[in-house]
């Protein structure tokens, strides 16, 4: 099969999905006729129609707000955030309505919401959020964010036939720049589960989307100088795989987290504490973390340049662990 | 409405306001856990509204609107066990108040606490039920308070531009918590907050029960007609405080005595005598019938457990324990390609005016002259019907 990006995995998906069961409808903003912003729908209305291709006014609330009650009648909706910073505007049916609705009363919520994040595009302080932490700390919620077009697709088709709410970040900095050979029938990736990119000796390098690949970049830095660094990629950021974690850090001692997410309540501390709760002994440094600064995201390309983690920042940090 | 129907709508209102007396008297026994939020002169509302529905309608209830569970099919028991957090309640202890529902045969969705977010939620099972061939109405219910959050915008905006077939009650008791309604809006009727919406509206006396089913039975035909949703303000007024905790002593007596004069369940009582649908034998058959049913659920109540600790850890995920179908009234290669396939393309025509309403004659599209451009007309699409 051709190379596909990680836009056309999730067009696919979708389609796919849709094609497979007619309970699943795509509610979002411009979505229909236009195709989605990104064009990550283009095609579905021509196919599936007006009742499962559904334009909506610009209210976030009433996107999620419909699409919560349309999976109470047993469909599987997919809403569209046209950048995911505008999820502010919905939080509360997210965290109170979607993810308490099955511990309260036994109603599951199988919807899914994604849209673009992420920076490294000049989107400025509204268009390049990374906001998966609010969603992290909120009890129901599944979170995702693929690295990879394979995973993009796999997850997304996951997602879409999970029971729970799944929030689904999509790194609009991949969306055209990563491709990769598709298997021709359908397939899935497990939610929850994290993959291991990169096997090494050294240390551990804890990623995901974007910075999945600063990270392998970097692994491939350090590796011309002897650091033999093995990339996990989590995938899934709630539930988190603390196993795979674990393994690895058990074999290589040392552990570096590394996402675009702002520093302060990053999952880097979540993953800190948990390994320094359940693999304490087997650490032979401290953990360290490359992440974004603790501001919003600047527009001037310099300025967000400076905001967010690089090879060269992850070499340097890596570097320094491996000889701690 | 037969005789029957009408010493139902009594039985279902004198069993609301007997259950929230009985409710009040446990609080001050310190037998419920959180709050009581009485809808005592309200419930001519969540009675009469409900009742205007079919078995198959869906509805979310706000914190008043325990009458409306009990048409709906809930028993003072399931009420009363989740005021008192018992592990026999429908949320087994891990929610309270109003805050239930049965997705399955009552069709009844569990509200949260933050007001304006069922309107959306119900605009969208009134959406997924059109697209399942189904023939529901849903309803919800919103204070005057509540139609100050910006969901209710959304959610009705959304449910007009879809013609969902939703019934919005917007239950006027004139006060949000302690501040009155001349601070929520700077309009006489809050029904006039449909009209932003190209959204069909009504007023009714929230204290004439019979009038509340009438105009709500009409808007559930209308709704259930494909014409869109319509909002009804049920003009009432909140007779104890937000709940047991509020003395209410912001609300001037006066006010509340002239309230108390037009109580819906005198009215109603007088109402039944006047037109002979009743007598006092039957009167008591019914009340004697509501006591012994509310005697036994307390016990009842009293008797059951609290939840094993452990139940706090448990459900976060669905996690195979439910089986998710839609229930299909239609054929599903209706919605699947090639019979789902369209031109992606809005399909649109022109008309004159600001662009709220299409003209009400058909017109043929003008043909531009040559040499002169049309002026720019909006557009209005038909989608999703």
């Given at each position: 099969m051709a190379e596909t990006t990680y836009l056309e995995a999730i067009r696919q998906a979708m389609l796919e999905e849709m094609d497979r069961d007619p309970a699943v409808v795509l509610i979002g903003e411009d979505v229909g006729v236009y195709g989605g912003a990104f064009k990550a729908s283009e095609g579905?209305?021509?196919?599936?129609?007006?009742?499962?291709?559904?334009?909506?006014?610009?209210?976030?609330?009433?996107?999620?707000?419909?699409?919560?009650?349309?999976?109470?009648?047993?469909?599987?909706?997919?809403?569209?955030?046209?950048?995911?910073?505008?999820?502010a505007c919905c939080f509360n049916q997210i965290t109170n309505f979607a993810a308490k609705s099955h511990y309260r009363w036994g109603a599951p919520v199988p919807l899914v919401l994604r849209g673009?994040?992420?920076?490294?595009?000049?989107?400025?302080?509204?268009?390049?959020?990374?906001?998966?932490?609010y969603f992290v700390h909120t009890p129901g919620l599944k979170v995702v964010c693929p690295a990879t077009p394979r995973d993009a697709k796999g997850l997304l088709k996951s997602a879409i036939r999970d029971?729970?709410?799944?929030?689904?970040?999509?790194?609009?900095?991949?969306?055209?720049?990563?491709?990769?050979?598709?298997?021709?029938?359908?397939?899935?990736?497990?939610?929850?589960?994290?993959?291991?990119?990169?096997?090494?000796?050294?240390?551990?390098?804890?990623?995901?989307?974007?910075?999945l690949h600063v990270s392998l970049d970097a692994a491939a830095e350090l590796a011309k100088e002897g650091i033999d660094a093995e990339v996990i990629d989590l995938r899934t950021l709630l539930p988190l795989d603390r196993e795979t974690i674990l393994a690895s850090v058990r074999k290589t001692n040392k552990l570096l987290v590394v996402h675009e997410d702002t520093r302060t309540g990053g999952i880097a501390g979540e993953i800190a504490m948990m390994v320094t709760e359940s693999a304490f002994e087997d650490l032979d440094g401290p953990i360290r973390r490359v992440t974004s600064l603790d501001t919003p995201v600047p527009y001037a390309p310099v300025l967000e340049e400076y905001f967010l983690p690089s090879t060269a920042k992850v070499v340097a940090a890596a570097r320094e662990l491996a000889h701690y | 409405?037969?005789?029957?129907?009408?010493?139902?709508?009594?039985?279902?209102?004198?069993?609301?306001?007997?259950?929230?007396?009985?409710?009040?008297?446990?609080?001050?026994?310190?037998?419920?856990?959180?709050?009581?939020?009485?809808?005592?002169?309200?419930?001519?509302?969540?009675?009469?509204?409900?009742?205007?529905?079919?078995?198959?309608?869906?509805?979310?209830?706000?914190?008043?609107?325990?009458?409306?569970?009990?048409?709906?099919?809930?028993?003072?028991?399931?009420?009363?066990?989740?005021?008192?957090?018992?592990?026999?309640?429908?949320?087994?202890?891990?929610?309270?108040?109003?805050?239930?529902?049965?997705?399955?045969?009552?069709?009844?969705?569990?509200?949260?606490?933050?007001?304006g977010d069922l309107i959306p939620v119900m605009a969208g099972i009134a959406m997924g039920g059109r697209y399942l061939g189904q023939k529901i109405v849903t309803m919800t219910w919103i204070g005057d308070g509540g139609s100050s959050t910006g969901v209710f915008h959304e959610g009705l905006n959304l449910a007009a531009v879809q013609k969902a077939p939703l019934v919005l009650i917007l239950e006027n008791n004139q006060w949000a918590y302690s501040t009155p309604v001349e601070k929520q809006a700077a309009l006489r009727d809050l029904a006039d907050r449909a009209k932003a919406y190209g959204v069909k509206s009504a007023i009714v006396d929230g204290n004439d029960v019979v009038a509340v089913e009438r105009t709500t039975r009409e808007a559930v035909q209308q709704a259930r007609a494909g014409n869109g949703p319509v909002l009804i303000e049920a003009k009432t007024m909140r007779m104890r405080g937000h709940a047991q905790h509020d003395a209410a002593e912001y609300v001037p007596k006066r006010t509340l005595e002239e309230w108390r004069r037009r109580d819906p369940l005198d009215r109603y009582e007088r109402y039944l005598s006047a037109n002979k649908l009743w007598d006092a034998k039957s009167k008591k058959e019914i009340d004697d019938h509501i006591a012994r049913e509310i005697a036994a659920d307390v016990e009842f109540a009293e008797n059951s457990p609290f939840p094993p600790p452990e139940l706090a850890a448990e459900g976060v995920y669905c996690e195979g324990c439910h089986t998710i179908e839609a229930d299909w009234k239609r054929p599903k290669e209706e919605v699947m390609p090639p019979r789902s396939s369209v031109k992606a393309e809005w399909p649109m025509y022109l008309y004159s005016g600001n662009g709220a309403r299409p003209p009400a004659k058909k017109q043929a599209t003008p043909k531009a002259k040559p040499g002169k451009k049309p002026a720019r007309a909006p557009v209005r699409a038909k989608v999703g019907r």
């Open positions: 579905l209305l021509a196919r599936f129609g007006w009742e499962r291709v559904i334009d909506t006014p610009i209210s976030e609330s009433a996107i999620v707000g419909a699409a919560i009650g349309m999976s109470y009648v047993g469909l599987r909706p997919v809403g569209e955030m046209q950048f995911i910073d505008f999820i673009p994040c992420g920076g490294g595009v000049h989107g400025g302080p509204f268009h390049s959020a990374n906001p998966e932490m029971n729970n709410p799944v929030l689904f970040f999509e790194h609009k900095f991949l969306y055209r720049r990563v491709k990769e050979d598709l298997p021709e029938e359908d397939f899935t990736v497990p939610l929850g589960k994290a993959a291991v990119r990169r096997e090494g000796r050294d240390l551990t390098i804890v990623s995901y989307a974007a910075m | 409405m037969t005789r029957e129907q009408h010493l139902e709508l009594y039985y279902f209102m004198r069993l609301n306001r007997e259950l929230e007396e009985q409710m009040v008297r446990l609080f001050r026994q310190n037998k419920i856990v959180g709050g009581v939020y009485s809808s005592l002169g309200q419930e001519a509302i969540s009675v009469g509204t409900a009742y205007a529905l079919g078995p198959g309608d869906w509805i979310a209830p706000m914190i008043r609107n325990i009458g409306a569970l009990l048409v709906r099919g809930f028993k003072p028991r399931d009420i009363l066990t989740q005021h008192m957090a018992r592990y026999t309640s429908p949320t087994l202890g891990k929610d309270g108040t109003s805050h239930f529902g049965d997705l399955k045969s009552r069709h009844v969705i569990s509200p949260i606490s933050m007001l």
